[in-house]
């Protein structure tokens, strides 16, 4: 008999057996009053449909009512069900006798949703033998020692789980972030973006009519996947009785990105740098989304690590054992043990902060990225390479903010300095030093919008774009 994963992501139902990869299916649910269909099967009678389909059930699992209740579905549970019963059906007929399920389960979900979800796999038949979160399955292992951060999405989610390997283990240590965006955000925002450059080139917005919103949608991640290997790219829609057309180019549609995963990667990046360097993982499903890798990249001003789809079902069927008690089998697991990397890290592919450059030493920015002033009290200081140093009592040479001594606020408090063409942050205090609100560990690259925080006070770090100092 066989053990199978199940990953429950509603942005991606990913079920794994000792073979590989079976299904990788979406969170789509399509309910007519002659036809039922979950998966990829719904997704484009969905699209057409919109009435008829729901897209977030198991994201909003409860047991409440469906705000449009369906024909034999009345709440999010039982569409989750229904879907459910689909896959455990595929995975029998593909498996045969099977002895029992690992559930994959995404960071940060809720207890109560998580006792529900338990309650669906059992009632859909599912041999539930055990609950694995999905960082630790998906990052097979690490140096020892080093940490790692595993970046993944739900349709309404970002994650960000701190990992770290010793004593033959990987786990858990702490969620740094859960919050907006989630994959429909993003898919929203580049939908937007392409509507708009429509209108800007044709002066007809696709989002006006049904027939033309859902050809955008449709072939959305053909023209992103496109433009964002070329560069540039001419689209049309046919808008009877004119054929509409726009430009897409890879700067515009990466700033668009960057402009929801900015706050999530700002935070993330003084965790990235020094002593305390973490790994990068993205996880598959949020590296499908195009550009998005690239996107984490240039913003952590790192080489990400992207996972294939699938690696935390995968990574769960390698490395969980079963545990004979019914109570241990319903607890969520936050380590496994860490795989032999001597095959590698299981890595599908790696993002640069500038995909068309060679890799440079510590992944820096470009010059043109680089933040040029340090804007505090209505001043702007430069960064130069002699250093900016902020404190009650800074050290000598170079340019120095004075700042009064306050509490929080150290003598020689930190430094800001051009280091090989990349602005740098250096915590030099005894308090802390912030970035983005987060703590900075030592030392953090900058860019242009971060905000540094002193003690009570807050600098912003700017860039020069402009010969009359804009």
């Not at 794994?16 to 789509?28: D, I, M, Y």
């Not at 859909?124 to 694995?132: C, E, I, M, Y």
């Not at 510590?362 to 990225?369: A, I, K, P, S």
Request: proline share 6%; glycine share 12%; charged share 20%.
């Amino acid at each position: 008999m066989a053990l199978v994963a199940l990953e429950i992501n509603g942005a991606a139902l990913v079920g794994a057996t000792s073979a590989g990869v079976l299904f990788n299916e979406p969170g789509v649910a399509l309910v007519q009053k002659r036809r039922v269909a979950f998966g990829r099967e719904a997704v484009e009678e969905a699209r057409r449909d919109p009435a008829n389909s729901y897209r977030n059930y198991w994201e909003l699992l409860s047991d409440e009512s469906l705000p449009r209740p369906a024909r034999g579905f009345r709440s999010y549970a039982d569409l989750a069900h229904g879907q459910m019963q689909g896959l455990w059906k595929r995975f029998r007929e593909s498996v045969g006798d099977i002895s029992g399920v690992v559930l994959v389960i995404p960071a940060g979900v809720a207890e109560d949703r998580l006792a529900l979800l338990l309650g669906i796999a059992e009632e859909a038949g599912l041999p539930v033998s055990g609950l694995v979160e999905s960082g630790v399955a998906a990052v097979r292992g690490a140096a020892s020692g080093r940490a790692c951060l595993h970046v993944e999405a739900t349709a309404e989610r970002l994650a960000v789980s701190r990992l770290a390997a010793g004593d033959g283990r990987i786990r858990r240590e702490e969620i740094l972030f859960d919050g907006r965006p989630g994959l429909r955000h993003l898919r929203a925002a580049m939908i937007s973006y392409v509507a708009g450059r429509f209108v800007a080139g044709s002066r007809f917005d696709p989002l006006d009519l049904p027939v033309t919103e859902q050809e955008l949608a449709g072939r959305l991640d053909a023209w992103l996947q496109a433009v964002l290997s070329g560069g540039e790219l001419g689209i049309e829609l046919d808008a009877a009785p004119v054929t509409a057309t726009a430009v897409l180019t890879r700067d515009d549609c990466l700033a668009s990105i960057e402009r929801l995963l900015g706050a999530a990667g700002n935070r993330l990046r003084s965790w990235c740098t020094g002593p305390g360097a973490a790994d990068v993982y993205l996880s598959g499903t949020l590296a499908e989304a195009p550009g998005c890798a690239e996107v984490f990249a240039r913003l952590l001003a790192m080489e990400v690590q992207v996972l294939p789809a699938g690696a935390a079902a995968l990574g769960a069927l390698e490395r969980f054992t079963p545990m004979a008690g019914a109570k241990d089998r319903h607890v969520l697991l936050k380590s496994l043990p860490a795989a032999d990397l001597a095959d590698g890290p299981g890595t599908a592919r790696n993002a640069r902060p500038d995909p068309a450059a060679a890799p440079v030493a510590g992944n820096r920015e470009t010059g043109e990225r680089t933040p040029t002033h340090v804007v505090f009290g209505g001043r702007a200081w430069r960064i130069g390479a002699e250093g900016l140093h902020l404190g009650s009592s800074p050290q000598p040479g170079g340019l120095s903010i004075v700042l009064s001594p306050e509490g929080g606020i150290s003598r020689n408090h930190c430094t800001v300095v051009l280091e090989n063409g990349q602005a740098v942050l250096h915590d030099h205090s005894r308090y802390g030093t912030n970035l983005n609100g987060a703590p900075v560990a030592d030392s953090a690259p900058l860019r242009g919008g971060d905000v540094v925080g002193v003690g009570p006070l807050e600098f912003l770090i700017a860039r020069e774009v402009g010969g009359d100092g804009s």
